[in-house]
């Protein structure tokens, strides 16, 4: 009987050995299912994430292009005046052909048109009789002048443009040279050279 009961302990024990190791992979199972859980979360938001910014980055540039696109609406719109007053001074002066009148109408226009340039920012630049900078001048020419010293500028061909002290356009100038001294004819060399032998 002690043998039995012996084996009935080892029976028991062994059960019980089986019984504890079966929750044992129970609870790992279910850990590997919430973690799994878990990753598909977290995936699924990763992809959500990456959605959201994919459509926050067209939005942005979609943005950016139409802020580029109407960045001159301002100035366009306060350029339309000014054309009103051209279309204004040539219906007029088709009708009427009266020069003087369409000379102070264009003129007019013009110091409008000064004026609006200079709300942007934009005035001219003096150069007449300045000293050539490259910076400023693009030089077309250069005129020999005895009378003004060299790399003076002597002409305005263009006027040059700068938006808040940057340049946006340069003048366009005549710049003076220096004077080459010419040599003697040759008809002078000649009887110079006669009057020898």
């Not at 084996?7 to 024990?13: A, C, F, G, R």
């Not at 973690?35 to 995936?43: A, D, H, R, S, Y």
């Not at 001074?89 to 340039?117: A, P």
């Amino acid at each position: 009987m002690e043998v039995n009961i012996k084996e009935e302990q080892n029976s028991t024990e062994v059960s019980e050995q089986v019984a504890q190791e079966q929750p044992e992979t129970a609870v790992p199972d279910n850990r590997i299912e919430e973690l799994e859980k878990t990753i598909g979360q977290l995936k699924d938001q990763l992809l959500r994430k990456a959605a959201e910014f994919e459509n926050y980055k067209r939005r942005t540039e979609n943005d950016y292009l139409e802020r580029v696109r109407y960045a001159n609406e301002d100035l366009i719109f306060d350029l339309l005046p000014v054309l009103d007053d051209f279309e204004r001074s040539l219906k007029l002066s088709r009708e009427k052909k009266d020069f003087d009148s369409f000379f102070r109408g264009v003129e007019l226009i013009y110091q409008k048109c000064l004026k609006l340039f200079a709300k942007q920012g934009v005035e001219a630049y003096e150069v007449i009789g300045k000293e050539f900078d490259p910076h400023l001048h693009d030089a077309l020419m250069q005129l020999p002048k005895s009378d003004v010293p060299p790399h003076m500028i002597l002409e305005e061909v263009e006027k040059g443009y700068m938006m808040y002290g940057k340049v946006l356009r340069h003048a366009k100038v005549v710049v003076s040279g220096e004077v080459v001294e010419e040599s003697q004819p040759a008809e002078s060399v000649e009887s110079a050279t006669e009057g020898v032998n």
